[in-house]
């Protein structure tokens, strides 16, 4: 008797980080957002999540994940919504065609693993229910576009249905109250503004002290300045966002960028029991970057700084003043894991050495004294992830569950 057959399709899916965050739920159980948001999707090529949905009727009766080598359970509420979602569309080609084999039917497993710390403010929610989600469509054969499975992904994780777009990506808001109109929507494409460039400094690779799903449903119900945050001022940053965006204008992008942020975070403080996302080393990169913007004769800003539910910083700039960003980060955080050789270039370092600090008003040469948050930043930050805007899920051929049905060990 043949063995059964293993049926398995595999897919990468980027991280995403907001310019005009996603804070608080309308409706809890079909993750439906209070406000409209808009991300950046970042390169795959260095964050990513990497999964492999497989299914046979040789599997087990029940469903199971593994994340990183280690067993996670998909019996919760919100892997159930997606599951469910995709084998209700799967039945329904199936019950058109007969032909077609019964995965709808048949167990899952699935096999992921993340290239960066998960639970740790970098948005590995949003990249592993994008890539679960995907590679289970693919999987199935699904023909629904990404616009339509992000209805699916959002249940998993809200952040999530952005990840299924390249680019620059908004999250509709919806005032449907079934949330058909509250999906992932296409604002530029990466090739309209392929310059966009983000530094990260990873200050804690930890898991964090109060989840985004605990501290959000917090906020909405006890913070005075959440309301009016979700009615008045988030609709207005997403139009300045969008034609920010549209007109490649970076200096709107980065002025809108950290408003939203500081006021997202004055409404995790505003929450009873306050809500610390923040600690002293992303204040430190606050005030770096407002010492790198203060430099431009010109008046104009060079970077942006943002911070999700967590403490690791994400500094956007352009490209064209790599230089002038990366040049004070790299004389303090140089010696930190993550500086890529093609980053390591600066102007300063083809010149030779430099005072510690560089730009920024850290000090640079002449003995100066370095600031005081550059020896934080120096202190604080474990390591940098250099990256840039990037595409959507890609579907690979690299597996993640062998031939027989076993996970592959992850190099």
Known sequence: MAEAKIYRASTTAPVNIAVIKYWGKRDPTLNLPTNSSISVTLSQSDLRTHTTASCSPSYSSKDGLLLNGSEQSLDTPRSRACLSSLRTLRAALESTDPSLPPLST????????????????????????????????????LPQSPTELSLIARQGSGSACRSLLGGYVAWDRGTQANGLDSVARLVAPRSHWPEMRALILVVSAAKKGVSSTTGMQTTVQTSSLFQTRADTVVPARMREMETAIAQRDFDTFARVTMRDSNGFHATCLDTDPPIFYLNDVSRAAIRAVEALNATTSEGRLLAAYTFDAGPNAVIYYLDQDRDAVLTGFKHVLGRKEGWGSEDQATSEDRGGSGGSGGSGGSGGSGGSKEAEYWTVLREGVSRVILTSVGEGPISVTDHLVDEKGDPVAVQ
């Open 106 to 141: 048949y167990p899952l497993r699935i096999v992921s693993s993340n290239n960066f710390p998960t639970a740790a403010g970098l948005a590995s929610s949003a990249a592993g229910f994008a890539a679960l989600v995907r590679a289970i469509a693919d999987l199935y054969q």
